[in-house]
């Protein structure tokens, strides 16, 4: 791998790299339900494509719940890429964009045993352990860190 990028996409534009990325670590590997995991929110929603060389390995989905308050979801990297950071870069450039967005708070609803992974962006678990889509999650939040100007 040379080279990661990011980009911010609208999900019409990237729908096939989104859809497989998920395919394959929703549906195949965690065994979530296809409806559940394309619950049709995806058209409403920003979403980040990590690319490695041009091929698509990483994606999230930032949701605007209000005017003060993002989740980013669905985050995910193809198995042949995990442990290089790149989880990391995407959550980094949510975050990042959405305080250029001047959105004050973003959670997250992370799988239990991702939990130390949010912790170490600064995310603080928020309210008990609960089940979604058969795993394990717990909320977490975080308020955005750099100072609006």
């Known amino acids: 791998m040379n080279t990661v990028t990011l980009e911010?996409?609208?999900?019409?534009?990237?729908?096939?790299?989104?859809?497989?990325?998920?395919?394959?670590?929703?549906?195949v590997e965690q065994c979530v339900d296809?409806?559940?995991?394309?619950?049709?929110?995806?058209d409403e929603a920003t979403h980040l494509l990590a690319y490695?060389?041009?091929?698509p390995i990483g994606?999230?989905?930032?949701?605007y719940l209000s005017?003060?308050?993002?989740?980013i979801e669905r985050v995910a990297v193809?198995?042949?890429?995990?442990?290089?950071?790149?989880?990391?870069?995407?959550?980094?450039?949510?975050i990042a964009f959405l305080n250029h967005q001047k959105i004050p708070e973003i959670k997250i609803n992370a799988q239990v045993h991702a939990k130390t992974f949010y912790e170490k962006l600064g995310f603080q678990q928020y309210?008990?352990?609960?089940?979604?889509?058969?795993?394990?999650?717990?909320?977490?939040?975080?308020?955005?860190?750099v100072p609006f100007h």
């Open 8 to 27: 911010i996409v609208a999900y019409s534009e990237a729908m096939i790299a989104i859809q497989t990325i998920r395919h394959t670590v929703f549906q």
């Open 67 to 71: 005017d003060s308050l993002a989740k």
């Open 59 to 63: 994606t999230a989905r930032i949701r």
């Open 34 to 42: 296809p409806d559940i995991d394309f619950d049709g929110q995806d």
């Open 78 to 94: 193809i198995p042949a890429y995990r442990g290089r950071g790149i989880g990391k870069q995407i959550m980094d450039c949510a």
């Open 52 to 55: 490695a060389d041009d091929k």
């Open 127 to 145: 309210g008990e352990e609960f089940d979604e889509a058969g795993i394990p999650h717990i909320e977490m939040r975080i308020k955005n860190p």
